[in-house]
């Protein structure tokens, strides 16, 4: 059996550790909320793709449109101070 190996060295050296630092933990935590309102909205967007929409559906649309909206603004006062 011959065994087919590269002859030459990978080009970039992973670094050893490739978890993510405290900082970056951190951002995406801060960003959690936003992310969670824009599934949701998308969730509710998707259910829609295979049906008329009805006045329910409409609501879930718009109440999670809202909820992203609130997530992003707070978002945006975390990350200014606070100074709006």
Same mark, same amino acid.
């Given at each position: ?11 970039? &050296? ?36 295979? #049906? ?6 409409? *609501? *879930?649309?718009? *109440? $999670?449109? #809202?909820?992203?909206? $609130?997530? *992003?603004?707070?978002?945006?006062? &975390? ?6």
């Amino acid at each position: 059996m011959v065994f087919i190996v590269a002859l030459q060295s990978g080009v970039t &050296r992973l670094p050893v550790d490739l978890e993510p630092t405290d900082a970056e933990l951190a951002v995406i935590e801060a960003e959690m909320p936003v992310i969670a309102a824009d599934v949701e909205l998308l969730d509710a967007l998707i259910v829609l793709l295979d #049906r008329d929409p009805s006045e329910f559906d409409g *609501r *879930r649309v718009r *109440r $999670a449109y #809202r909820k992203l909206l $609130a997530a *992003r603004a707070a978002a945006g006062n &975390r990350a200014s101070g606070g100074a709006a």
